[in-house]
């Protein structure tokens, strides 16, 4: 059964993964045995489908040109993706063509996470992990152990492992993580929680958000779907994938300064910043970027942006920062629909996995909290 489940689990990237896995997270929806902390909140897969179908719909119908490709293409059944606690985060629903995946739209797995619609990809990464079999073989045989259940899981929102449980007697005893795009075993302080990620003070408000959108995407969806007023910028910013995988405040920093002209090694701004193999502060993100500058741009935090921060950024052709907890990216764009003040979405130039990124669409309204570092030649 193992050899069977790896082989689906191990084959090209995630388009593959996310293939194997879809009868797998159907029956789990499906049996009530097998649910971890679902409740009153849990958006369902039918729900998921609906949010899904409406979106693609809608992006096929827009003028953004990396969509022309999902015309004629439909949503598969969606893959529930849960962190490391059991607490359900979100469906990957793959867009699908002549049964090839040709790109993936996130929803949020419960209401209170506030607009259904959390990110879209044209281009997922090219993932593989095929050291998770070697090292969860060779765990199990050190510890007298069987292979149990396999999952993909969030380890630290929002990076990827594959969880592989160990059992003896039927039951569990231990459990393997391994990174799903570095192939990496993840050790214990690694794991961070999805709901140390969320904003509390964007929380309140975000079941009656769901709420609205809901009501409008279901009314919507029984007729044709078309974008109505739009507002939208992109900056030629150049996604670079960041060298380590504690690199992702650098890279993001090389894309936004060798968009200003400036040209740096990732290792050269890692250096100004402090970066260290746990990563960099936060604080030390600004100040790298002027010390590695010589002071030649102005970096500062903002915790207190909001949609204006970002058209104005971007319209003055500022591409800037967003950092989650524990991780780094660069903003190049948005896109906004002034009839559906929901539809507001930022353009991720995201510089995970190591050595080659994704770029993606990502929804302005989001109980995730962050931070955004501006930076003004």
Request: proline share 5%; aromatic share 10%; hydrophobic share 35%.
């Amino acid at each position: 059964m193992w050899k069977k489940m790896m082989k689906k689990i191990l084959a090209i990237g995630i388009a593959a993964l996310m293939l194997s896995m879809i009868v797998m997270s159907a029956t789990a929806m499906n049996d009530s045995s097998t649910l971890r902390d679902m409740d009153t909140y849990m958006i369902s897969v039918d729900k998921a489908n609906i949010y899904a179908t409406w979106t693609l719909q809608y992006f096929v119908a827009t003028n953004i040109t990396e969509f022309d490709k999902w015309e004629g293409a439909t949503v598969g059944e969606p893959m529930l993706i849960y962190d490391t606690t059991g607490d359900p985060v979100l469906y990957d629903v793959p867009i699908v063509i002549n049964g090839d995946i040709v790109g993936v739209i996130g929803v949020w797995a419960k209401k209170n996470m506030g607009v259904p619609v959390y990110s879209l990809s044209s281009s997922p990464p090219e993932l593989t992990t095929t050291k998770v079999e070697e090292i969860a073989l060779k765990r199990a045989e050190e510890e007298g152990a069987e292979v149990g259940s396999v999952n993909v899981v969030y380890y630290d929102f929002p990076k990827r492992a594959v969880e592989v449980t160990l059992e003896k007697d039927g039951k569990v005893v231990d459990m393997v993580l391994v990174d799903q795009a570095t192939s990496e075993a993840i050790s214990e302080n690694k794991i961070k929680p999805f709901s140390s990620k969320v904003d509390k003070k964007k929380a309140q408000h975000a079941l009656e958000l769901w709420k609205e959108v809901d009501e409008q995407i279901t009314a919507e969806s029984k007729g044709e779907v078309s974008p109505l007023g739009i507002e939208q910028e992109l900056l030629d910013v150049t996604l670079y994938g960041q060298e380590t995988t504690y690199y992702c405040a650098p890279a993001s920093a090389q894309m936004i300064l060798s968009y200003h002209g400036y040209q740096y090694t990732q290792s050269q701004i890692a250096e100004a910043m402090g970066t260290t193999t746990s990563g960099t502060p936060t604080g030390n993100i600004p100040t790298g970027i002027e010390e590695v500058t010589n002071n030649q741009v102005d970096a500062w935090n903002d915790w207190s942006w909001g949609w204006g921060t970002v058209t104005n950024e971007i319209n003055n052709n500022h591409p800037y920062m967003s950092n989650i907890a524990g991780h780094a990216r660069a903003v190049r764009g948005y896109y906004y629909d002034t009839e559906r003040p929901w539809i507001k979405y930022q353009r991720i130039n995201d510089p995970w996995p190591v050595g080659q990124g994704e770029d993606r669409w990502e929804n302005y309204y989001t109980v995730v909290e962050l931070c955004l570092t501006i930076v003004h030649p």
